[in-house]
């Protein structure tokens, strides 16, 4: 039975300090429960009281137990569970004034002065109404005498901040929704899964996803698995769909054909487009005749434990939107917490909900420009970009003029990382669709410098097809990856090459040594005119070390496996005594991949290279340990993970850490340690990785197409002939290699000089309640205590 209200609300915390309740409702998705965790544990640590509101607004209009405190270790363990452990509900009273009413009620009741609700359009719709109503409901509450005047004066502005959950990513104004790469995961699992049996048995598969308004589910999928025909919502088809979906597989003789279809997909009239019709056209006896099968993957989508990246997004908005609330007055408008590329940033709520609404009604008029402009760049890029890999050999009408063909070379220098192969398979397709001529440089500069004319197979040859069409999803490098730099392998002899093969235009897709090795080509222009030609690096490495980016391809794929590992490591731990483990993640001299799997997983200690190792901050770590092991009465018998970068010290390792723990335990806990390695490098790349490579690769040979007068004068001049794309806050852009070489880059470290991420080590030891620590005197300037104050925090 549920308890009674209290009479009385509790008196209002003091100055700006507010009793912050955090609500999950609609569907469920993935990430959900990092989000609870990020809220309640941030707005303890600012001194505010924490509540969670059970089962979405129906919780609200029931008040009493739905409506609970919470202290911070009750959300222990939460970053690794599915769906949410607060529940969802629909709730038709409160699409009702009177169900509204009773829910400021118990807001009011329960002293509760911000709302924070993670949810889908529809949550946040219904959260826009109740915050503009809230001065009449609580005036009513007052004219009907159920509360006083003096009982509703310090709840005169209600403090309401959105977080959009939900696995469409049907939102307008913020690029990723929690959830939606976790669901994406799933999708491309399956599709991989199906590929193979398709493949294997030459048949056709007509996948149905989840997305009645919106086709992001549909269209990454299709860009990540390198489908052949999409349908979404947003951009039917041409009319003759029907016959271009047949030419496709006529046309390139494939052995399978992959179909993938939104739930909300129509054709230009608005008629809606089932799988069983496109089964029956792909089966038809007098047409292609395929032995073709449908599989609707249903909620298999939702369920399962959150992706990397919707753990770090789920927690930072959180973050953002427990300070949110703390800024806001009553000006403010009420924010939700949207993504845009890498920046996390506020934005009115009012308008994306209306936005959003706009995209349904443009789709019901058939007006798909709208629809499609009304989505985010991101959108019709991935849109545009999947068209032009899937139209190849297709589209006459997107060649160029044969003047402007051109000869470009595609190498990858490094290590591998997932996304390579994606990106070489777009890169390549987009050629073939302008009328370039692509050409593999096989085993990076190394391979090319020793190369003999007489092996049987070429280190550079102009790529096939159909050979490239199937590297959409698999991880390595299909090319062969070298760690050589030209200057190793001697520049003149490369620089010979280059002009004996006759390359137009160079693009390079690798890590540090990548990054290396196009500033040497780029300086040894003036001496070589065969390099005077348009190079670009698209960063790609596990690491995410490269300067000019804050995002390279492969770091996603390494943090999910990172994720994978530390998850099922802590869970060992439950089924034996009580343990911490220490792991030691990869990364160079970079901190990114152990801090940002630290902010995935809730570690209690991430050691990097930027800050390093002392003495006195292990003890202050291991006295923490101690302590919190005998606070804890057994209530999470999971262990507690430490994660530290291969060059966070050169004396202190994974390993001597794991013993001078377990030498100071007393037998009271254990340490293991734990080094995962190449597992890092991820077996099938993630989701994003591919899409990104996808995208990012097109605007690299787009970006090397520009330049027509390749005359040595004018790659001399322009800055812009030698870049590095990547994504920088907000937006996506080309650096001048110059410029980064010169500014950006920590050459002895092979790290950028400002890393963005430096903010998220003090959240995640924050969100982990580490204490403050003393840290070594050798930490970079930005990595003291006494920043831990500055910017998100
Ligand atoms: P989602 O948030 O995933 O889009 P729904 O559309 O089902 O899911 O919305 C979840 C809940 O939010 C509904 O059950 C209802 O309680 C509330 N809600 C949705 N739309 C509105 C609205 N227009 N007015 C008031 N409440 C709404």
Redesign the pocket.
């Known amino acids: 039975m549920a308890p009674p209200h209290p009479a009385n609300p509790p008196p209002p915390l003091e100055g700006k300090l507010r009793r912050i309740a955090m609500m999950t409702?609609?569907?469920d998705a993935p990430g959900m429960n990092a989000a609870i965790r990020a809220v309640v544990r941030m707005a303890l640590e600012k001194g505010c009281e924490a509540y969670c509101i059970y089962e979405?607004?129906?919780g609200l209009v029931q008040g009493g137990s739905f409506i609970r405190k919470f202290d911070w270790e009750q959300v222990r363990g939460w970053l690794s569970e599915g769906g949410t452990l607060i529940g969802?509900?629909?709730?038709?009273?409160?699409?009702?004034r009177p169900?509204?009413l009773t829910a400021a009620k118990n807001m009011v009741l329960n002293g509760i002065d911000a709302l924070i609700i993670c949810?889908?359009?529809?949550?946040?719709?219904?959260?826009d109404?109740?915050r503009a109503e809230w001065p009449s409901l609580i005036k009513e509450l007052v004219d009907t005498k159920q509360l006083t005047a003096e009982q509703i004066e310090p709840f005169k502005h209600l403090n309401i901040v959105g977080l959009v959950?939900?696995i469409d990513n049907?939102m307008s104004g913020t690029d990723a929704t929690i959830g939606c790469f976790s669901a994406l995961g799933r999708i491309c699992e399956l599709v991989d899964y199906i590929e193979a049996t398709a493949s294997s048995h030459s048949r056709a598969f007509v996948i149905e996803v989840m997305g009645r308004h919106c086709g992001w589910l549909a269209l990454m999928a299709g860009v990540a698995t390198g489908a052949d025909f999409v349908f979404i919502p947003e951009k039917p088809r041409a009319e003759n769909w029907r016959e271009e979906m047949c030419s496709i597989h006529r046309k390139i003789g494939k052995r399978k054909t992959i179909v993938i279809v939104a739930e909300g997909a129509a054709d230009q009239d608005g008629n809606k487009i089932s799988p069983e019709m496109i089964k029956d056209l792909l089966a038809d006896k007098d047409g292609l005749a395929l032995d073709t099968r449908i599989t609707t993957l249903g909620h298999v989508q939702r369920g399962g434990s959150a992706c990397a990246y919707d753990r770090q997004l789920a927690t930072l908005q959180g973050v953002e939107a427990v300070n949110a609330v703390l800024d806001a007055t009553p000006e403010t408008p009420t924010p939700f917490i949207a993504i845009n590329e890498n920046k996390i940033t506020r934005k009115p709520l009012v308008q994306a909900v209306l936005d959003t609404k706009e995209v349904s009604k443009a789709i019901e008029a058939r007006d798909f420009d709208r629809a499609m402009k009304l989505r985010d760049t991101e959108f019709s890029d991935m849109y545009n970009s999947y068209m032009t890999t899937t139209a190849t050999q297709l589209n006459q009408s997107m060649k160029l003029p044969s003047r402007r063909h051109m000869r470009i070379a595609i190498i990858h220098v490094g290590a591998p990382a997932g996304g390579v192969n994606a990106a070489t398979r777009a890169a390549v397709a987009y050629c073939f669709t302008r009328g370039h001529t692509p050409i593999a440089i096989h085993n990076g500069f190394a391979g090319l410098a020793r190369h003999h004319d007489d092996q049987p197979v070429g280190a550079v040859r102009e790529f096939d097809w159909l050979e490239v069409d199937g590297w959409a999803s698999k991880g390595g490098s299909e090319i062969g990856m070298n760690r050589e730099t030209p200057g190793e392998s001697g520049m003149e002899h490369i620089a010979s090459l280059f002009a004996k093969y006759k390359f137009d235009g160079l693009f390079i897709i690798g890590g540090f040594e990548a990054f290396q090795s196009l500033s040497q080509l780029r300086q040894a222009q003036e001496k070589y005119s065969s390099l005077c030609i348009p190079m670009t690096l698209l960063p790609a490495t596990i690491s995410n070390n490269v300067p000019g980016t804050e995002y390279s391809i492969g770091s996603d794929t390494c943090l999910n496996e990172l994720v994978r590992y530390c998850d099922t490591i802590k869970q060992s731990a439950s089924a034996s005594r009580r343990r911490v483990f220490v792991i030691e993640t990869q990364g160079g001299r970079s901190g990114y991949v152990a801090t940002l799997a630290g902010l995935a997983v809730g570690a209690v200690a991430v050691y990097t290279p930027e800050e390093g190792i002392s003495i006195a901050m292990l003890a202050a770590d291991i006295a923490h340990l101690k302590k919190a092991f005998q606070q804890d009465s057994g209530q999470s018998r999971a262990g507690r993970l430490i994660l530290i970068n291969e060059k966070a010290s050169k004396v202190y390792n994974a390993k001597l850490i794991a013993d001078m723990i377990r030498e100071e335990a007393h037998e009271r806990f254990e340490s293991r340690d734990s080094i995962p390695g190449h597992v890092q490098q991820g077996g099938t790349p993630s989701p994003m990785d591919r899409t990104r490579a996808v995208r990012l690769a097109i605007k690299c040979i787009e970006h090397l197409e520009n330049y027509e007068d390749r005359s040595d004068a004018t790659i001399l001049k322009d800055p812009q002939t030698c870049t590095v794309i990547g994504i920088k806050g907000a937006s996506v852009v080309f650096s001048p290699m110059k410029e980064v070489e010169e500014k950006e880059t920590d050459w002895p470290n092979r790290r950028p000089k400002d890393e963005f991420w430096v903010e998220l080590k003090h959240i995640v030891d924050i969100l982990s309640g580490r204490p403050e620590v003393p840290r070594p005197e050798s930490s970079l300037k930005g990595w003291k205590a006494k920043d831990r104050k500055r910017g998100l925090i």
Not at 88 to 96: D, G, I
Request: charged content about 25%; proline content about 0%.
């Open positions: 409702s609609g569907g979405g607004y129906e969802t509900a629909r709730c038709m009273a409160f699409y009702e169900g509204r949810g889908g359009d529809g949550s946040l719709t219904g959260a109404k109740f959950g939900s049907d």
